[in-house]
């Protein structure tokens, strides 16, 4: 069995996420290993705003700051000792497989099977799909 010793987990606010969280949380202690808990508030869904209202951003990075205090609290009391929290705007395909493991030197990648929008699932194909594809790392998918 490999080493770890960076876990990222993408956090979408789904049932699956939590589940990914909580193998997440897992991994990273048996490991010893430090832990990600990452948000990438996709950008794309404010493209389809005709008026674009910078209040809406402002909202869902306040909700990613929220959702990720609470979470970070759940994994230092489950006894993983270094967690850090990342919020980044742009498509979570991208930046969760590219940039997020890149620059946090990550070699796992925990995500849940399915996330939020099954709309796109359906037409694009899922995250976990591209963060499989894309990801230098051992990529660790979890279902419910």
């Known amino acids: 069995m490999s080493k770890y010793n960076t876990v990222l987990v993408g956090m979408d606010g ?3 996420a939590k589940t990914a969280f909580q193998t997440a949380c897992e991994s990273a202690k048996n490991h010893e290993a430090g832990l990600v808990i990452a948000h990438v508030i996709d950008t794309r869904t404010f493209a389809t705003i005709e008026q674009y209202d910078r209040t809406i951003v402002s909202r869902a ?3 990613a700051k929220d959702m990720l205090a609470d979470y ?3 994994a230092e ?5 270094e967690v850090q929290t990342v919020i980044e705007f742009g498509s979570p395909k991208a930046k969760i497989p590219k940039d997020l493991a890149k620059s946090y030197n990550v070699d796992l990648i925990v ?3 399915t996330g939020l929008n099954k709309v796109e699932r359906i037409l694009m194909g899922s995250v976990s799909e591209a963060i499989t594809r894309h990801a230098q790392c051992d990529v660790l998918i979890v279902r419910s």
């Not at 009391?77 to 000792?81: A, C, I, K, L, Q």
Request: hydrophobic share 10%; charged share 30%.
């Open 14 to 16: 789904s049932e699956e």
């Open 61 to 63: 990075e306040t909700q």
């Open 72 to 74: 970070k609290q759940q």
């Open 77 to 81: 009391e489950y006894g993983v000792s």
């Open 111 to 113: 995500t849940g099977a």
